[in-house]
């Protein structure tokens, strides 16, 4: 059974930092794309960073500069490392692993940004 566990979640002030961490079981990371998405209540959940399997990443156009997206395939996980955070990156962020027709879904952490 596939499972990915994501932690590192919270409240964090303006300007702030926090590492998003997701933990995967029953499948090989090194073969999969790995992705971080959010969701606000009443939007579309949207792709933040993407890492694919030759550790090629993408960002949100909202994210770049502040945001990196790494992977440790001999521990099966991927991390957002999140910098200089707004109150607009207040969602759930939820890890994401995809590879042809298989996509796998954490359960989500909450990120929360406020004075």
């Known amino acids: 059974q596939v499972q990915l566990v994501e932690s590192g979640g919270g409240l964090v002030q303006p300007g702030g930092s926090l590492i998003l961490s997701c933990t995967g079981s029953g499948i090989d990371f090194s073969i999969w794309n790995l992705a971080w998405h959010r969701q606000v209540p009443g939007k579309q959940r949207e792709v933040v960073a993407t890492i694919d399997a030759t550790d090629d990443t993408n960002y949100a156009d909202s994210v770049k500069g502040r945001f990196t997206i790494t992977r440790d395939d001999t521990k099966n996980t991927v991390s957002l490392q999140m910098n200089n955070l707004t109150p607009e990156d207040t969602a759930v962020y939820y890890c994401?692993?995809?590879?042809?027709?298989?996509?796998?879904w954490g359960q989500g952490t909450q990120v929360t940004v406020s004075s």
């Open positions: 994401n692993a995809h590879v042809a027709s298989l996509n796998y």
